[in-house]
């Protein structure tokens, strides 16, 4: 058995044998637990989760076409990128906020700004000249055509009563 590394962002690495019934198993845990939880207080993502910058991200499907729904809230158009290369969507783009608060005896001023990207495994080839997308109100909206073999593979199936 391998356990993961104890660094952020690391997880599903193996680089460390451990065998059953050593005695610093426990420890190695514990001390992978208190690892992820001190991460999550800085905004790192939890073991095997997306970072908490990425997108979340709604993937429908239908006969003709696929489409990816993604909330960007505060992001504007102009600070997101679209790129279908073969079979992988990817979303990228950054987000900045900034807070001023001016009272009588104090300024107050707060930024943040980070980047992010998401991206999607497709189940064939994209052609980019017929993708379409749109953000309106926050939610970026990606709409890719399944080429027509994709078309004619699927089939719906009857199902019969026993």
């Known amino acids: 058995m391998y356990w993961p590394a104890l660094r952020p962002f690391a997880r599903g690495k193996t680089d460390v044998a451990v065998t059953e019934g050593d005695p610093f198993s426990a420890l190695r845990r514990e001390m992978d637990r208190l690892v992820d939880s001190f991460g999550r207080e800085f905004g790192w993502p939890a073991a095997g989760q997306p970072s ?9 499907e239908t006969d003709s076409e696929i489409k990816v729904e993604a909330e960007l809230p505060g992001v ?3 600070d ?7 079979n992988l969507l990817t979303i990228k783009g950054e987000k900045r906020a900034e807070k001023e608060e001016r009272k009588k005896d104090y300024r107050l001023v707060e930024r943040s700004y980070g980047g992010f990207a998401r991206s999607i495994t497709l189940p064939f080839t994209a052609e980019p000249d017929k ?23 699927a089939k719906r199936i009857a199902i019969k009563g026993a």
Not at 52 to 60: F, L, N, R, T
Not at 80 to 86: L, W
Not at 131 to 153: C, D, Q, R, S, Y
């Open 131 to 153: 993708a379409n997308a749109t953000f309106k109100n926050g939610v970026l909206t990606i709409t890719l055509p399944k080429p027509p073999e994709m078309k004619a593979k």
């Open 76 to 78: 504007d158009q102009k």
């Open 80 to 86: 997101v990128e679209v790129i279908v290369a073969d």
């Open 52 to 60: 908490a910058m990425a997108p979340s991200i709604d993937i429908s």
